[in-house]
C-alpha cells in the first residue's frame, strides 16, 4: 500500500509488490521533514532488518541472508556532510512514537555514494561525528551502535523473509529498479556508450570464465582461491586476465556517458581487450576445448511495466512487451531462446517457489513457452573515445504478446556449438490490462531517438506482424503528417525486416509513419500509427542557432466538435527549463478561456501536452504558453491556433454517426449510436428501438455516445431524444456509505443510517462466528473501496447475506450504484450482489464463482476475469424487464453491458441483496461493499424535447452472389470485393481457410485472429482440465472430444452451447476413466 508518487522512483511493477500492507506490518506512512523526502517510509518496518533469500532455481534450495535496510532520503542528507547536514534529531525526532517495537528498535542506517560526495569534507568525520555522538549521550531517544552490534541484540527472526525491490543509489535515478543510470537508453546518432560497453564485457566475461575453467594455477596450495595474483596482475595468464577484467566492472565507466574530453566510455572496451588478449592465451593451449556455456547479459524488458503506467502517462503502456539480452560464446551460438510462462493465481509469495524454478508445478503455473530471439550489432556505433573491441556479444530480442492482467515468469536459455547451455536467473513481471499503443514490437527506428535531422531507418519485421513476408510500403511524414512522400516508397528487404531511411527534413519535431502492402490492407498501430520524436532538428524559424518552440495540434485539421490534443515543445524558447508548463487556451478569438491556466502533462524533454474539448460552435482553437510566474510564449506575438470544421452550432439533438441510414449483415447484432447535443440539452438522452421495443438512457452531454444498442432482423429506426427542461438532472433518492458516523461502532442487524434505505438484515448459515459474519473494514489493506467498508466473510460451507429495502421501489431511468470488491474465493463457492422482488427472488445479479474466469451477470456475460482490485457497478433500470450496466474494474475499463431481468411474474425491484459463500479462510477471502446510491432523472417542466432517427437495417441471412460460401457483406467489408478471396483461400497465411474465418467472425487478414485452441492444462484444484482457445464475441462455441483419434470427435454434452467471453474462453472438463482425452473447439454462423 505504499503511497507513490512521481517524487522518486518510477511506479513499481506489481510483481515486485509483495510483501503485506502496513497495517499488517504494525506500521504507518511516515513523511519526513526538515529532509528532502518527496516519498513517505514505512516505519518501524522499513527500519528493522529482516532476511532475504535466493532460491536456486535448478533445485529449488534456498539461501537466506539478513537484508539490513538502509535509509536513502536520511543518508542522501547525511553525504552532503555527515551529522553537520543530516540531524536525525530534527527528522525523526516528532515520531519516535513510529518506534513502537521495544523487541525490534528502529535503525537508521544511512546510505549515501559518500566516496565522492560531501562525506569527503574531513570535517563530516572529525567535529561533526563528535557533535553526533554528544547529541546521543544527551537524547534519551537515539542510541549510536554498529550494525553487528545491533544483529546481535535484535536478530531478526529466520522465517521473517521478505522481496526486495531492485534499485540503486537514489540520488542519481531516483533509484529507479532497472538501474537506468547504468543502462541508459540515450541515443544519439546511434551512439549510445552504456550499452555498447555492456556488450563488449559479456564477450569479455565469456572468454575469462573459459579460461578459468582451463586453467586456475593461482591457486594457493591450502587449496583454496587467492586474489594475490589478480588483485596484482602477475604470475599467469588466467590472474591476469580477471585483473583486468574486473577493472573493466568499474562503474564509473557507465557513470559519465558522453564525455568527450574524458576516456570513460572507452574505458570498459580497453580494460576487457587487455582481459581478451591474456585470456586468449589460455584457450590457445587448449583448442577445441570450451567447457563453459555462454554468457548472458541479465535481461532486460521494455516496457517496463506492460499494460501500465511507468509515471503519471495518460495512458498505459502496450501489454506486449520486449525481452532482450546479451549473448556470447567463444566457440559461436546454436540457439538463443526466451522463455515464458503465467502464473495460475497471478501472486508470488515468498513463502512459494514455484515462480522461482525451472520445473513446472502445473497447480502453480503453466508450462514454459518458447520464443525465438533475434540477433543484432546494437548499438551500431561506437563513440569517438572508445577503442575497436577484440570481440562483442549481439544483442538478442524476443517479445511476449498476447498477455494482461498475469503474473508472468520468464527466462533466457542460450546453447552454444557445442551444446554447452546456460540460463539466466528467472525474472518476474506484472501485465497489465491489454491495449496497443506505441511503437509496436515488429516497427523499430534508428536511431531511436534521432538528434539533429539526421537519416532515421524505419524497419518493419516480417515475422510477427499483420502484413507479413510480403512486400511493404511505407507512408511517412512529420509533424501531424506534414509533407507525406507520395506515392508511399516501398520498403527494402532485409533479413526478417523491410527497411525504408527516412531524410528528416529541416524543422523536423516528429516522424509519422504506417505501413501496408499496396493492395489495401493497412497496419496503423491500432488507429495510433507509428510517431516518433525528433529533437533538435533546425532552427524552426527561430534566431540563428536555435532551436524554437512549437505547438502541434492533433488531429491537424480537426473536423466536429471532437478532443484535440496540444503538445507544446520549448526547445529554445521563452519557456526553456520551465516546471511546470501552463497553457492559456480558448476558440473563437480567445472566447471561453479556461481560468485559471490548465497546468500541461510533461511528456519529458521540455515537451509538454494538454487535451481541449472544442464546444459546440467552435471554428478555431488558440492557445498560448506560459510558466505561471510571468514569463510567456505567445510564437512571437503571432499566437499558435487550429481552424476547427464541422462543429458549427446546432439545434437540439445530431446523429453524427452512423453519418446516414445503414444495412448490416445478420451478424452484427449491436449497434454504437453517436452525436451531438445543443448546450440547453441537459439531464439524461433516452434511445429507443421501434424494431426491439428496447430503450435506455444515458447522460447528455455536447458529445455523447450510446453504445451496444441491440438490432434485430430488419429495420431498426433508432432515435436519441433529449430535453431542454429546467430542472433536468438527476435527484439522489438513496443514500448510504460505510464512512456514516453510525457505523463507527460496527455494523449490525438492523441498523439504518443514510437515506432512502431500510434497515440491514442480516442472515448466516451458522451461528458459529468464526464461520461467518459481518465488519466495518477500517484501513484494511485488502480493502480498495475506501477507507471503511462494510465486509461479510464466510468459510466451511456456510454464507453471510446482508440485505435492504429500497423505500421507493426502482423505476425506469432509475440508477443504483454499489462498489464491491472480493478476496479469493476457493473454488465451486461465490459472492456477488444482487437486486430483488418482494419475495425475494433474484431479478439481476453480479458475481463470481471460484474456478471461473470472468465475472457473471444476469441476462449476459463479461470479460472481466477476477480481481482484487474492486469493481464499480452502475445499473440503470432502461425498461420494465430491461437494464443496462456500466461496471468499471479497478486499473480497467468501464464495460458497458445490456440484457433483461429474470423472466419473472414481479420484476419490481424493492431489495438489494449481497452475499458471500463460503469464499474462504483468512482476510484475503473477505467480501466487501460501500458507497450504494440510487439516481433519478429529475422530474423537471414540460421543457422542448429534440431527437434524431437513424435506421440500421440488419439482413435477416447471407446474400452469396458469388456462391462462394461467404456472406456478400462481409467479403466487401474485408477485402472490398467478391473476387479477392473465396472458401479455400488464406489471406493471412495463418492455416484457417478464408471460408472458415467467415464461419468462426475472425479477421481473414490478421493472422493473429483465428479460432484456435491455446491451451490443455490441469487446474490444479478438481482434477478437472482447462481447455482454452480464442474466441469473438459474435459466436457460441461446442467443445468436442474423443478418447481415439481414429474415431469421430463428439460433442460434450455439457458443453454445446457456449456464449462467447472475449478474447478467451475457457471450459473445465472433468476427466474421469479414460487414459486419452482429445479436445476439438467447433463454432459456426447461427
Known amino acids: 500500500d505504499f503511497p507513490w508518487n512521481d517524487g522518486s522512483s518510477c511506479r513499481p511493477n506489481k510483481a515486485d509488490v509483495n510483501n503485506p500492507g502496513s497495517t499488517a506490518l504494525n506500521s504507518q506512512w511516515v513523511q519526513l521533514q526538515n529532509v528532502w523526502a518527496p516519498t513517505q517510509v514505512l516505519a518501524p518496518w522499513a527500519y528493522q532488518p529482516h532476511y532475504a533469500q535466493h532460491v536456486d532455481p535448478w533445485t529449488g534450495a534456498r539461501q537466506k541472508i539478513i537484508a539490513v535496510p538502509a535509509g536513502r532520503y536520511e543518508g542522501n542528507e547525511n553525504g552532503r556532510g555527515g551529522y553537520g547536514a543530516f540531524k536525525p534529531e530534527n527528522v525523526w525526532g516528532a515520531q519516535v512514537d513510529k518506534n513502537n517495537n521495544a523487541a525490534k528498535p528502529m535503525m537508521i542506517l544511512c546510505h549515501s555514494d559518500g566516496d565522492n560526495y560531501g562525506m569527503k569534507n574531513s570535517d563530516a568525520w572529525n567535529g561533526q561525528h563528535g557533535n553526533f555522538l554528544s547529541m546521543c549521550q544527551a537524547n534519551a531517544d ?8 545491533y544483529l546481535s541484540l535484535y536478530p531478526p527472526d529466520t522465517n521473517d523473509v521478505i522481496h526486495v525491490e531492485p534499485g540503486s543509489w537514489v540520488g542519481i535515478d531516483g533509484g529507479t529498479p532497472y538501474f537506468e543510470k547504468w543502462l541508459s537508453y540515450e541515443n544519439r546518432d546511434g551512439e549510445m556508450p552504456d550499452m555498447y560497453s555492456w556488450s563488449v564485457l559479456v564477450a569479455g566475461m565469456n572468454r575469462v570464465l573459459t579460461a578459468d575453467a582451463l586453467e586456475n594455477s593461482y591457486l594457493n596450495l591450502g587449496g583454496g582461491r587467492t586474489m594475490d595474483d589478480v588483485e596484482w596482475g602477475i604470475s599467469n595468464d588466467t590472474a591476469r586476465a580477471w585483473h583486468y577484467y574486473l577493472n ?8 559519465w556517458d558522453y564525455d568527450r574530453a574524458n576516456p570513460w566510455d572507452g574505458n570498459t572496451t580497453r580494460a576487457v581487450n587487455m582481459a581478451i588478449a591474456e585470456a586468449i592465451k589460455v584457450l590457445d593451449r587448449h583448442p577445441g ?28 503502456a502496450p501489454s506486449d512487451f520486449e525481452v532482450w539480452t546479451f549473448a556470447e560464446d567463444v566457440s559461436g551460438l546454436s540457439s538463443v531462446k526466451l522463455c515464458w510462462r503465467v502464473d495460475l493465481d497471478g501472486v508470488n509469495p515468498v513463502t512459494e517457489i514455484d515462480n522461482e524454478v525451472y520445473a513446472d508445478n502445473p497447480a502453480k503455473v503453466t508450462a514454459w513457452s518458447n520464443a525465438a530471439m533475434s540477433a543484432s550489432w546494437w548499438p551500431s556505433v561506437k563513440g569517438p573515445n572508445v577503442p575497436d573491441p577484440a570481440n562483442r556479444a549481439q544483442r538478442y530480442t524476443g517479445n511476449i504478446t498476447g498477455q494482461h492482467d498475469a503474473m508472468i515468469d520468464y527466462f533466457v536459455e542460450a546453447v552454444d556449438t557445442l551444446g554447452n547451455t546456460n540460463r539466466s536467473d528467472i525474472f518476474h513481471v506484472w501485465v497489465g490490462e491489454s491495449t496497443g499503443g506505441g511503437t509496436g514490437p515488429y516497427v523499430e527506428f534508428d536511431p531511436a531517438a534521432p538528434n539533429g535531422c539526421v537519416p532515421v531507418t ?54 509519422n509513419a504506417c505501413f501496408n502492402n499496396g493492395a489495401g490492407v493497412w497496419d496503423s498501430n491500432g488507429g495510433q500509427d507509428w510517431n516518433l520524436a525528433v529533437s533538435n532538428c533546425g532552427t524552426n524559424g527561430g534566431e540563428t542557432g536555435t532551436n524554437a518552440s512549437t505547438a502541434v495540434f492533433s488531429p491537424p485539421a480537426p473536423s466536429g466538435c471532437v478532443d484535440v490534443t496540444i503538445t507544446y515543445t520549448a526547445n529554445d524558447g521563452p519557456l526553456k527549463g520551465a516546471q511546470p508548463v501552463y497553457i492559456h487556451v480558448g476558440h473563437n478569438g480567445w472566447q471561453n478561456v479556461i481560468e485559471p491556466d490548465p497546468a500541461m502533462a510533461s511528456l519529458g524533454g521540455g515537451a509538454w501536452q494538454y487535451t481541449y474539448s472544442a464546444p459546440i460552435g467552435t471554428y478555431e482553437i488558440n492557445c498560448v504558453f506560459n510558466n505561471g510566474a510571468g514569463t510567456w510564449d505567445n510564437n512571437s506575438a503571432q499566437n499558435w491556433s487550429v481552424a476547427v470544421t464541422g462543429c458549427s452550432n446546432i439545434t437540439g439533438i445530431v446523429i453524427t454517426s452512423p453519418a446516414s441510414n445503414i444495412t448490416v449483415g445478420a451478424d452484427t447484432t449491436n449497434v454504437t449510436v453517436s452525436g451531438l447535443a445543443e448546450a440547453a440539452v441537459v439531464g439524461y438522452l433516452l434511445w429507443s428501438n421501434s424494431l426491439t421495443g428496447g ?76 464461520q461467518a459474519g459481518f465488519f466495518i473494514a477500517s484501513n484494511a489493506p485488502q480493502c480498495n473501496i475506501g477507507s471503511k467498508a462494510w465486509g461479510l466473510y464466510a468459510n466451511s460451507e456456510q454464507m453471510s447475506e446482508a440485505k435492504r429495502l429500497f423505500s421507493t421501489a426502482l423505476a425506469t431511468g432509475d440508477v443504483f450504484f454499489v462498489k464491491m470488491e472480493n478476496g479469493y474465493i476457493d473454488t ?27 465475472y457473471s451477470v444476469t441476462g449476459n456475460t463479461t470479460d472481466i476475469g477476477w480481481t482484487g482490485a474492486g469493481l464499480e457497478v452502475s445499473f440503470t433500470l432502461t425498461g420494465t424487464g430491461t437494464y443496462s450496466v456500466n461496471i468499471l474494474p479497478y486499473g480497467s475499463s468501464t464495460r458497458t453491458i445490456t440484457g433483461n431481468l429474470e423472466n419473472l411474474a414481479d420484476k419490481t425491484i424493492t431489495h438489494f441483496r449481497a452475499w458471500n459463500y463460503s469464499a474462504g479462510t483468512g482476510s484475503d477471502y473477505d467480501y466487501f461493499l460501500n458507497d450504494l446510491r440510487v439516481t433519478r432523472p429529475g422530474a423537471g417542466g414540460p421543457g422542448d424535447w429534440f431527437g434524431d432517427t437513424v435506421t440500421v437495417t440488419r439482413l435477416s441471412s447471407f446474400v452469396d452472389s458469388d456462391m462462394d460460401g461467404m456472406d456478400d457483406e462481409w467479403e466487401q467489408s474485408n477485402f472490398g470485393n467478391l473476387t479477392a478471396a473465396n472458401a479455400t483461400s488464406d489471406w493471412d497465411n495463418d492455416g484457417s481457410p478464408d471460408g472458415d474465418e467467415f464461419l468462426a467472425d475472425t479477421g481473414p487478414k490478421d493472422s493473429n485472429s483465428v479460432l484456435q485452441t491455446q491451451q490443455l492444462a490441469t487446474d490444479g484444484h478438481t482434477g478437472g482440465y482447462l481447455v482454452r482457445w480464442r474466441s469473438v464475441g459474435t459466436r457460441r462455441y461446442a467443445v468436442m472430444f474423443t478418447t481415439n483419434l481414429l474415431n469421430e470427435f463428439a460433442p460434450l454434452p455439457q458443453a454445446t452451447n457456449l456464449p462467447a467471453t472475449p478474447p478467451e474462453n475457457v471450459y473445465t472438463d472433468t ?6 482425452k482429445f479436445y476439438r473447439i467447433r463454432t459456426g454462423r447461427e
Not at 537515539?142 to 552490534?149: A, K, P, R
Not at 476427466?1071 to 486419452?1076: I, N, R, Y
Request: hydrophobic content about 30%.
Open 1071 to 1076: 476427466v474421469t476413466g479414460v487414459e486419452h
Open 248 to 255: 573493466a566492472e568499474t562503474s564509473c565507466y557507465w557513470y
Open 828 to 854: 465451486g463457492r461465490g459472492a456477488g450482489i444482487a437486486l430483488q422482488n418482494a419475495a425475494g427472488e433474484d431479478l439481476w445479479k453480479i458475481w463470481f464463482n471460484g474456478g471461473d474466469t470472468n
Open 458 to 511: 524505419i524497419k518493419y519485421k516480417k515475422s510477427g506482424s499483420p502484413l507479413g513476408a510480403g512486400q511493404v510500403y511505407v507512408h511517412v511524414g512529420r509533424n501531424d503528417w506534414q509533407d507525406t512522400i507520395a506515392p508511399d516508397p516501398a520498403m527494402t528487404s532485409s533479413g526478417d525486416y523491410w527497411i525504408y531511411e527516412y531524410a528528416v527534413p529541416t524543422n523536423t519535431t516528429m516522424m
Open 695 to 770: 430503450a435506455g438512457t444515458f447522460p447528455a452531454g455536447s458529445s455523447w455516445s450510446a453504445p451496444g444498442i441491440p438490432l434485430a432482423q430488419g429495420d431498426n429506426v433508432i432515435t436519441i431524444a433529449g430535453t431542454n427542461q429546467p430542472s433536468s438532472g438527476t435527484t439522489t433518492s438513496a443514500l448510504d456509505s460505510a464512512a456514516a458516523t453510525d457505523y463507527n461502532i460496527g455494523w449490525t442487524n438492523g441498523q439504518n443510517a443514510g437515506t432512502g434505505f431500510g434497515a440491514w438484515v442480516f442472515y448466516t448459515t451458522t451461528s458459529d462466528v468464526s
Open 142 to 149: 537515539f542510541e549510536h551502535t554498529s550494525v553487528q552490534d
Open 289 to 316: 576445448s570450451d567447457p563453459v556455456g555462454p554468457s548472458l547479459f541479465p535481461p532486460q524488458r521494455l516496457p517496463y511495466n506492460p499494460g501500465g503506467k511507468m509515471w503519471n502517462e495518460s495512458s498505459n
